[in-house]
């Protein structure tokens, strides 16, 4: 009988489902190579304010009788700080976007109400570079999707938008349907990106200027963010940009108003 059962065992090895097998274990790997990544390269991130920090303290004991130095390297521990804990936040939402399903909250989503909130949160910063912001398109589109989510993703954008334009420019967010697609573009008139670097700003930590985007309390972690985001919503995310012209950063995410299904939305897996 036990023989009978291996021989039927075997018998149900079919070359389709070995094919699966195989599948899933290069899935597997690769994975857990993109883990195994993200884990060099956060450590990495991780390493630049720490040490700057544990500088800063020292340099800060050694100004004790000095005042006005010690307010000064006070002020710059607290924006390391608050430059570390951006880092933090960043990271813990790109490992819970890594993790392919992720979406939690899927419901009717208004893109009104996400542009409306995601240019509120990036007034404080634009006002402070007397950037203009606008918004004007197609109003009424629906998706499907994560309210909070797509929020932080047009947020990513504007913020990013603002932080690599000159003083007193606009910045303009545009929706426009087109067909079962809403595209969602930020537009700049800033210093914009060279074509060889165009591909490279989703991925994670790559800066063109690491020098510029530190300066604009930037984690190199925002637009890994918001392509995350699009995948997980079923659509993608990309960039036409001039150098010294400036940059539109398109986000593009199906329609909501045929019935569509959330579920059907196919999930990010890098
Ligand atoms: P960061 O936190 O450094 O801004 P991002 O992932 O958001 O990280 O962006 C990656 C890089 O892409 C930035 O460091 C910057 O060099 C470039 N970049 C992003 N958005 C823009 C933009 N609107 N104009 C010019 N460069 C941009």
Redesign the pocket.
Known sequence: QGRLLLQVRVAQVTPDLLLVLAEDLTQARRVEAIRRDFVVNVSHELKTPIGALSLLAETVEDAADDPPAVRRFAGRMQAEATRLSALVHEIIELSRLQVAGALEDVAPVSVDAVVAEALDRARTGADAKQVRLSAGGDTGVVVFGDHALLVTAVR?LLD??V??SPDGTSVGVGVKRRGHLVELAVV?E????AAADQER?FERF????PA??RD?G???????IVKHVAADHGGDVSVW?QPGRG?T?TLRLPVADQGDDPADAPAADV
């Open positions: 990513n990013n938008a932080a690599y700049d800033g210093i914009g990106i700003v790559y800066r063109v200027d510029r985007s604009t930037g984690t190199g972690l925002g637009l890994s940009s940059s950063f």
